[in-house]
T-cell receptor
Framework: GAVVSQHPSWVICKSGTSVKIECRSLDFQATTMFWYRQFPKQSLMLMATSNEGSKATYEQGVEKDKFLINHASLTLSTLTVTSAHPEDSSFYIC???????????????FGQGTRLTVV | KQEVTQIPAALSVPEGENLVLNCSFTDSAIYNLQWFRQDPGKGLTSLLLIQSSQREQTSGRLNASLDKSSGRSTLYIAASQPGDSATYLCAVLYGNNRLAFGKGNQVVVIP
C-alpha cells in the first residue's frame, strides 16, 4: 500500500535554532501534502497545505515565517521550524494521498510523526 | 465549520469483548470518512475508508458503518485483543478537500 515516510521521528533542539522535518511519499506522487500539529489528547490540527511548485497555503493563526514549507518535488515536502521556542514543542505529522486515483476516492496516508522538543 | 465528535473519549474492555466506537459530524456534506489507529507517540495508520455513497466497509475484525444523513459513523471491532489497545481517530473529508478529525477514542483491552 501507499506509504508516507517522515524523518526524523524525534528531535531535541535548543531554543533559537531551526529544525527541518522531511515528508516523503514513497510509492506515489503527490502535488499536495498536508502538515498537522497534534497536542496531547487533542485532535490533529491542520497547519498548512504544501503545494508542489508553488507557495504553501497556511491555516489561520499559523505563522508562515516561523513554519517554512517547501514542496520541491512530487515526492518530498519539508517543514522547517525557524527560531524554535519551547512553545513550538509538539508532535508534527504529514499526510498525502495517491492523487492519481482522485483525492476524494483515496485514503489519506500519514507519516510516522516527529516529536519536537525545544529546550 | 465541520466538527467531529468521538464518544466515548476512553474505554476499557476485557479481552474478547466487542468494541463499539462512535463518531459524529455536524455537516453531512462529506466526501468520505476514514478511521485511523494511532499508537502512543506514533503516526496514524489507516484502517477503513468509507465513501459518502457507501454505508459500510469491512476489513477482518473491523466493520465501519456510515449514516451520512444523520452525521454518524460507528467502528466495530469484534473479539477485541490486547493488541487492539490504541487511540482510534475518525476523520471526514469535506469542503476544499480538508480533513476534520475527532479527538479520538482511547481504547484499552484488558487481558
Amino acid at each position: 500500500g501507499a506509504v508516507v515516510s517522515q524523518h526524523p521521528s524525534w528531535v531535541i533542539c535548543k531554543s533559537g535554532t531551526s529544525v527541518k522535518i522531511e515528508c516523503r511519499s514513497l510509492d506515489f506522487q503527490a502535488t499536495t501534502m498536508f502538515w498537522y500539529r497534534q497536542f496531547p489528547k487533542q485532535s490533529l490540527m491542520l497547519m498548512a497545505t504544501s503545494n508542489e511548485g508553488s507557495k504553501a497555503t497556511y491555516e489561520q493563526g499559523v505563522e508562515k515565517d516561523k513554519f517554512l514549507i517547501n514542496h520541491a518535488s512530487l515526492t518530498l515536502s519539508t517543514l522547517t521550524v525557524t527560531s524554535a521556542h519551547p512553545e513550538d514543542s509538539s508532535f508534527y505529522i504529514c499526510s498525502a494521498r495517491d492523487e492519481g486515483r482522485g483525492i476524494r476516492n483515496t485514503e489519506a496516508f500519514f507519516g510516522q510523526g516527529t516529536r519536537l522538543t525545544v529546550v | 465549520k465541520q466538527e467531529v465528535t468521538q464518544i466515548p473519549a476512553a474505554l476499557s474492555v476485557p479481552e474478547g469483548e466487542n468494541l463499539v466506537l462512535n463518531c459524529s459530524f455536524t455537516d453531512s456534506a462529506i466526501y468520505n470518512l476514514q478511521w485511523f489507529r494511532q499508537d502512543p507517540g506514533k503516526g496514524l495508520t489507516s484502517l477503513l475508508l468509507i465513501q459518502s455513497s457507501q454505508r459500510e466497509q469491512t476489513s477482518g475484525r473491523l466493520n465501519a458503518s456510515l449514516d451520512k444523513s444523520s452525521g454518524r459513523s460507528t467502528l466495530y471491532i469484534a473479539a477485541s485483543q490486547p493488541g487492539d489497545s490504541a487511540t482510534y481517530l475518525c476523520a471526514v473529508l469535506y469542503g476544499n478537500n480538508r480533513l476534520a478529525f475527532g479527538k479520538g477514542n482511547q481504547v484499552v483491552v484488558i487481558p
